[in-house]
């Protein structure tokens, strides 16, 4: 199949200030689909006067959409989700070919986006005035939950509209202004497509931006500026340890979604057929590019010959290629650089004892599924987060071993378990240091009105529900006093 590359055209201008104009900056970057490093479009990047340009529209529009009845905030949301949902075959075509998604996870980041618009669409309403009681005759003590201004959001290549959504939803919702800086290689998926979305469904002129820019000339600027008292940040630990240290030095609150080395652990008593299927789903799913994916799959020695053979057979089904055919779900990895990386992790680990019982093939940045046997938590591919499709599996000698094996990692984002024995399972699932478990299921869950987040290295914060609502407000206590107060003086 080919890659349909004429309707990128249009995806060539930064959202400033409700107008649809070029960066400053000198520099262009060339949007490329990871498949067939075919461009798709060049875009004039923007500045450090843009970035300023940008937070300072937001600011101005703020203060009336705050003052923006919760019924009007809500209503805009809620044709927001219906226009993504009109618009639901060119953003999956968009997905597919700028960021190398299978139809469908692209259809199922959609899907994600409108449940998140939807649920959000709640949030203005939950914004109530709470009295709470005084120890001083008269007084009526009110608390208010008020927006904080501006939100800063920077979002990440891998499900680039809705990690987006995520954090621009539920700010917008609480009367925020905002600001996006998409990644540079999604940046149409990730950024500009929303503000068209949002433009469509009747948002303020201005209080919504996207800047399209390059680190290395924009440096901190975008976190630094004097504007956000929020900024909300999804991707690496090493670049979201800066960011808070940035904001901690200007003293910024921040939402940080980083990094996972996400688990499964199945135990002696699992479903292995069950176990197998869910696993093989929750490690290829996007090429593993996914903060939620199985990084370590941990299994009980008793089944471990019998859950390799099943795992193995069930990856043997998986079509790798070109994900404009609707049939494939491994597709290309975001670059080169990241497949030369991984690659030198896998050979690492070889040599350190691991046995690789499936290799597929490597073309660009297409790789097919690896499947490595006899890992250790301390070889290369266990240690760090892979972003591809390579499935380490760890035998463990007894359940106490499998959760000192899960524990023994700086993340602590996702994970899953999977056993007979449903009520011990929860006991277990609270024994492993994440922000997120499942039993029975695979790692990559994502739901609307749960809590989402990590914990060690994997991020501060969380997004969800009236969860978000905490990130995006900050809270006023206002006292009245009713009748005369006395006083010494």
């Keep these: 199949m080919t890659t349909i590359t004429t309707t990128f055209t249009q995806w060539s201008n930064q959202y400033i200030g409700g107008e649809w104009r070029k960066g400053q900056s000198h520099s262009v970057n060339s949007n490329q689909n990871p498949f067939d490093h075919s461009e798709l479009v060049k875009i004039q990047l923007a500045s450090v006067e843009d970035i300023d ?101 920077i979002s990440p290549f891998n499900f680039p509209l809705y990690l987006s959504m995520r954090a621009i939803a539920p700010a917008l919702a609480a009367g925020n202004g905002v600001v996006v800086k998409p990644d540079l290689q999604t940046f149409i998926s990730g950024g500009l497509i929303i503000a068209s ?62 990094g996972g080395n996400n688990v499964m652990i199945v135990l002696e008593d699992a479903d292995i057929h069950q176990a197998a299927s869910a696993a093989v789903f929750g490690k290829f799913l996007h090429q593993g590019q996914i903060c939620m994916a199985l990084n370590r799959i941990i299994v009980h020695r008793n089944i471990y010959d019998e859950f390799v053979k099943v795992f193995k057979a069930k990856t043997e089904m998986i079509k790798s290629g070109n994900p404009a055919d609707p ?3 491994v597709g290309p990895l975001i670059s080169k650089k990241q497949i030369d990386k991984v690659q030198a992790w896998i050979d690492d680990s070889i040599r350190e004892g691991a046995i690789c019982i499936q290799r597929g093939n490597v073309k660009g940045t297409l790789m097919e599924p690896v499947i490595l046997t006899n890992v250790s938590n301390d070889m290369a591919i266990a240690r760090n987060e892979q972003f591809a499709p390579v499935a380490a599996i760890i035998p463990a000698e007894s359940e106490e071993d499998a959760i000192a094996i899960a524990n023994e990692s700086e993340y602590g984002l996702s994970g899953s378990i999977f056993t007979g024995d449903l009520e011990h399972s929860v006991e277990v699932a609270l024994q492993i240091h994440t922000g997120m478990i499942h039993v029975n299921d695979q790692s990559v869950n994502c739901e609307s009105n749960v809590p989402f987040g990590g914990e060690k290295s994997s991020g501060l914060g969380r997004y969800g529900g009236h969860w978000s609502l905490e990130e995006f407000t900050t809270t006023r206590w206002v006292s009245v006093q009713k009748e005369n107060r006395p006083f010494p003086f």
């Design 327 to 329: 049939e494939v779900f």
């Design 53 to 153: 340009a940008a937070y300072q529209s937001a600011a101005k529009v703020q203060k009336d959409w705050q003052k923006t009845s919760p019924e009007k905030r809500s209503a805009i949301l809620k044709k927001a989700a219906e226009v993504l949902e009109n618009r639901r075959d060119e953003i999956v075509q968009i997905l597919v070919t700028e960021s190398g998604s299978s139809f469908a996870k692209a259809n199922a980041e959609v899907d994600f986006s409108i449940a998140d618009i939807n649920e959000f669409a709640g949030l203005p309403f939950q914004m109530e005035t709470e009295v709470v009681s005084s120890v001083i005759p008269g007084k009526e003590n009110r608390v208010y939950h008020l927006p904080v201004g501006v939100v800063g959001v």
């Design 197 to 258: 979305i949002l433009e469509e469904a009747g948002l303020p002129k201005g209080l919504f931006n996207v800047i399209v820019a390059d680190i290395s000339e924009v440096g901190d600027s975008f976190v630094e500026h004097p504007i956000p008292k929020v900024i909300s940040f999804t991707g690496s630990t090493s670049v979201g340890k800066h960011i808070s240290e940035l904001c901690g030095k200007n003293l910024k609150k921040v939402a940080l979604e980083l």
